[in-house]
């Protein structure tokens, strides 16, 4: 089991930045690649990003390539997602998901909403 709790959303103003962190808890978190997607009412949920159980691969989607950059610190259980030059279009609730032991499987997993935990989410609101 991996308990996750998200926090650091709000409002912001186009350009600014935001950084996300998700308390991880449970005895095998640090054996998942762990992720954040992000669901706008009406719009289907996309997965964002992904790093790899030690954080020396990640996955970007295209639409935050150069602007999100995700992290994570195993010794304090927390990922981050670091959000620059945030647009209108990044509003949504985010979550951070814990999606695989295997990293080979963890970005189409994350891609076909395969996820194993997920937290409650924050909500990001974007204005122009």
């Known amino acids: 089991q991996v308990q996750l709790v998200e926090s650091g959303g709000g409002s912001v103003q186009a350009g600014g930045s935001l950084m996300l962190s998700c308390a991880a808890s449970?005895?095998?978190?640090?054996?998942?690649?762990m992720a954040w997607f992000r669901q706008a009412p009406g719009k289907e949920r996309e997965g964002v990003a992904a790093?790899?159980?030690?954080?020396?691969?990640?996955y970007y989607a295209d639409s935050v390539k150069g602007r999100f950059a995700i992290s994570r610190n195993n010794a304090k259980s927390t990922i981050y997602l670091q959000m620059n030059s945030l647009k209108p279009e990044d509003t949504a609730m985010y979550y951070c998901?814990?999606?695989?032991?295997?990293?080979?499987?963890?970005?189409?997993?994350?891609?076909?909403?395969?996820?194993?935990?997920w937290g409650q989410g924050t909500q990001v609101t974007v204005s122009s």
């Open positions: 998901a814990a999606v695989s032991t295997n990293w080979v499987r963890c970005t189409p997993a994350l891609l076909r909403g395969e996820l194993n935990y």
């Open positions: 790093i790899s159980a030690r954080g020396s691969a990640t």
């Open positions: 449970g005895d095998t978190y640090s054996s998942y690649c």
